[in-house]
């Protein structure tokens, strides 16, 4: 895979001058260490586990899936750093079991559950998805996961729950980044009731048939493909059905910048830069932005008679 270069991208946590600036310094910092002694050069590749052959070499538009390798190395997880490529190697004596993932709030069936006891219990599939960050690049990543309205279905909403809240283990001593007093920790996201149960909505648990790694959200994360990737939260411990909207990490941080929405569309740009187009980790060429991120026929219909300008 071709080396990313960091002016090809456009950090999401940089939206502050205090913060510009010192990301800034540190990176010049590094930069310079790394010049004098060669560092990165010496650190040995992570062993990872070997992948499984997916069902299909790409998504159904044609898209060629990313590789193991490219999913497993370059990744956003601030609990663990806002360098994509250094989170791997922080985050790979994170411990993902024991996992108790509690599940709460407006049900009539709370219940708390092993991530590995999820696994057997639901039946688990490949999904071949599109993710797009709201950076602006993309992978095809290949899930293994069970539909969240499978979850949800055993629990029971009762007739007050309007919004799913979900939240990522809060362990600062294992994830550095949640020393950073920025942000509002724990990682919080959300849905709405129906687009939780929409049956693209997945809780993954690996990827290439194999148990999820750390650095990509082990034991288990949300996937909402239709959506900016910063939506499909990693490492939930909680999900709760609530009435009112929840209020995610991001608009906590910035709400002008990250809807609670936050559906793929091309015709809204971000307040800093244009949502057009895309290029596909691995690939040099950018590609037009997809409506939905490609998932319009199956999502579209959830939101009729909104303004999708509004609700970014
Ligand atoms: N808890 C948590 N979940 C998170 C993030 C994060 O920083 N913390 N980053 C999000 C963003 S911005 C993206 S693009 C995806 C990236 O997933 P990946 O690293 O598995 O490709 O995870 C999302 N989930
Ligand atoms: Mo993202």
Wanted: net charge neutral; aromatic share 12%; with cysteine.
């Amino acid at each position: 895979m071709r080396k990313i270069k960091s002016s090809e991208i456009t950090p999401e946590h940089i939206y502050l001058s205090r913060r510009t600036f010192m990301v800034g310094i540190g990176a010049l910092a590094t930069g310079t260490l790394l010049g004098a002694c060669g560092q990165l050069n010496k650190q040995p590749a992570l062993s990872l586990p070997e992948p499984l052959t997916p069902s299909a070499e790409a998504d159904e538009l044609g898209n060629p899936l990313n590789s193991y390798e490219a999913i497993t190395s370059y990744n956003n997880y601030y609990e663990f750093s806002t360098n994509k490529e250094a989170v791997a190697r922080l985050a790979q004596n994170f411990p993902t079991a024991p996992w108790a993932v509690t599940v709460g709030g407006l049900v009539r069936n709370p219940k708390t559950y092993d991530a590995g006891d999820l696994r057997k219990r639901f039946s688990v599939e490949e999904r071949i998805y599109r993710l797009r960050c709201v950076e602006g690049w993309s992978m095809v990543i290949p899930w293994q996961g069970f539909p969240l309205s499978a979850l949800l279905n055993e629990v029971e909403p009762t007739g007050q729950a309007k919004y799913v809240r979900f939240e990522t283990i809060y362990a600062p001593e294992q994830m550095p980044g949640q020393k950073d007093g920025w942000y509002s920790w724990p990682y919080i996201e959300g849905l709405r009731l129906d687009e939780a149960m929409n049956d693209l909505t997945l809780l993954a648990t690996g990827i290439y048939g194999r148990d999820l790694l750390p650095q990509n959200g082990g034991p288990i994360r949300l996937v909402v493909p239709w959506k900016y990737g910063f939506k499909s939260i990693k490492a939930i411990v909680k999900i709760d059905l609530v009435e009112e909207q929840p209020v995610s990490l991001w608009m906590a941080a910035a709400a002008h910048e990250y809807g609670f929405y936050a559906n793929v569309n091309p015709d809204v740009p971000h307040p800093r830069w244009s949502q057009a187009s895309e290029r596909q980790i691995g690939e040099s060429r950018r590609r037009p932005t997809l409506p939905f991120n490609g998932y319009a026929e199956e999502v579209a219909h959830l939101y009729e008679g909104m303004d999708l300008r509004k609700f970014y």
